[in-house]
């Protein structure tokens, strides 16, 4: 509460021999407004809203669904990305044919007029499958994936490069291929 003192001289006499009254400040007691400041303190610590976790929705496979089954995926809408150096971008549909006469090559900018045309052929089935090799940067595969929210894929897999794959890729860079590669691939099949 405030206090004012008022306390001095008597009378209202004016003159030479008249003291004049002390005039003392006022005094503010900030006892009540500290509790006032923990009442709304904890008032709005218990009426805010804890925020709720964001997590990524992952749509998993179907465990009742036998498990070589699961991974299927129709050939006609699926979509493979491959990325390579120096910004390089590779893709073919399907199943990659042995000659490599459906692998193609690309580059950032291009790759979103393929998507959409897959997309628009495919309906609801397009399944993009991205497989960046040893020599692709960071930066590309994130941009990758920006294009798939871009894009609006819902249905997209990071997988490891096959080394056939890393093979064409590898060529069509005018790279020369080590023969351990090349016997790889060979015997695999």
């Known amino acids: ?3 004012m003192d008022t306390s001095g001289g008597g009378g209202h006499k004016k003159g030479p021999g008249v003291k004049k009254a002390k005039k003392l ?9 500290c509790d006032l400041g923990f009442l709304l303190i ?3 610590i218990f009426t805010t809203t804890i925020s709720q976790p964001t997590a990524m929705h992952l749509a998993l496979p179907d465990d009742k669904v036998k498990p070589e089954e699961q991974n299927k995926i129709k050939q006609s809408g699926a979509l493979t990305i491959l990325l390579g150096k ?3 971008v590779f893709y073919y549909e399907g199943e990659l ?5 459906n692998f193609k090559s690309s580059n950032f900018k291009d790759i979103r007029n393929v998507i ?3 997309k628009q052929q495919a309906d609801t089935n397009l399944v993009v499958i991205i497989k960046p090799n040893d020599e692709s940067v960071y ?5 990758i994936l920006d294009e798939m929210r871009i894009d609006l894929v819902s249905v997209y897999a990071v997988v490891d490069i096959s080394p056939i794959e890393d093979k064409y890729v590898r060529l069509t860079e005018g790279e020369s291929v080590p ?5 790889t691939t060979t015997g695999a099949k």
Do not use: C
């Open 1 to 3: 509460m405030a206090e």
């Open 25 to 33: 400040s006022t005094r503010v007691d900030l006892t009540p407004m």
């Open 42 to 44: 904890t008032f709005f």
């Open 86 to 88: 120096d910004n390089n």
């Open 97 to 101: 044919a042995p000659d490599g006469s």
């Open 116 to 118: 959409i045309r897959k």
């Open 139 to 143: 930066k590309n595969f994130i941009d």
């Open 179 to 183: 023969e351990t590669t090349t016997a």
